[in-house]
């Protein structure tokens, strides 16, 4: 079955640095990939997609890339500020299937 | 903006009771989800239902049902609660067709069986 994973240990990281979270995966590759925000207590809440055949989106000071070889998506936070603060999840979308495999998150803590 | 609220943002209940939750979306989505997060084991389908009186089985139905007589409405049941169903529970929705369909959740109920 597909597995997905995230780090499980928070990243802590000092403001202004870049936060880089992984994302790998097993098996199939997905047809396309997303990352999510989620704070304490509250709904997961969509930040970035990225195709099967993209290697890399940006959106603000967010940047998502995606090595369908490695079979892994990186997840980096430039000049990172204490709001972004979070759990970052992500999420596998296949072929023919409206459903999302997600990743147990891996949390974030900046520091000031 | 889209949004999906849930009846209960938190939630007590004791074992062997019924519990309704419920969810409703307002931008006309085809797809909606059931999860349940718990700490280690990250979100996990329950249910889902891609149309009206249409569902499905996710990864954990066991103890779960659910009702979907109107678009935008979607009601998780625990027929007979169980300390162990104690979670957050998480709806979502997302359009229809297509590989491209973000899903937007609820805020999430926390539920407490005693």
């Known amino acids: 079955s597909q597995k997905i994973e995230q780090n499980s240990e928070a990243l802590n990281i000092q403001e202004g640095k870049t936060a880089t979270l992984t994302c790998n995966y097993t098996n199939y590759s997905p047809a396309y990939l997303q990352w999510y925000r989620q704070d304490p207590g509250r709904g997961p809440v969509f930040l970035l997609l990225i195709r099967e055949n993209e290697k890399e989106k940006r959106k603000e000071r967010l940047k998502v890339t995606f090595d369908t070889t490695l079979k892994q998506s990186l997840f980096h936070i430039t000049a990172s500020q204490p709001a972004d603060s979070a759990t970052y999840l992500c999420a596998l979308a296949f072929y023919g299937n409206n459903r999302l495999a997600f990743g147990k998150g891996n949390q974030v803590v900046v520091i000031p | 903006d889209v949004k999906v609220t849930q009846s209960s943002r938190y939630l007590v209940k004791r074992t062997g009771e019924k519990v309704f939750l419920e969810c409703v979306q307002d931008?006309?989505?085809?797809?909606m989800f059931w999860y349940r997060q718990d700490p280690g084991l990250g979100l996990r389908l329950i249910y889902f239902?891609?149309?009206?009186?249409?569902?499905e089985k996710g990864d954990i139905p066991e103890g779960y049902s659910v009702s979907r007589e109107k678009k935008e409405r979607f009601s998780l049941i625990l027929e007979s609660a169980s300390t162990n169903q104690t979670s957050m529970y998480l709806c979502?929705?997302?359009?229809?067709?297509?590989?491209?369909?973000?899903?937007?959740f609820g805020p999430g109920t926390r539920l407490t069986v005693l």
């Open positions: 239902s891609y149309d009206v009186k249409m569902k």
């Open positions: 979502a929705s997302s359009g229809a067709s297509g590989y491209t369909d973000t899903q937007y």
């Open positions: 931008m006309d989505h085809e797809n």
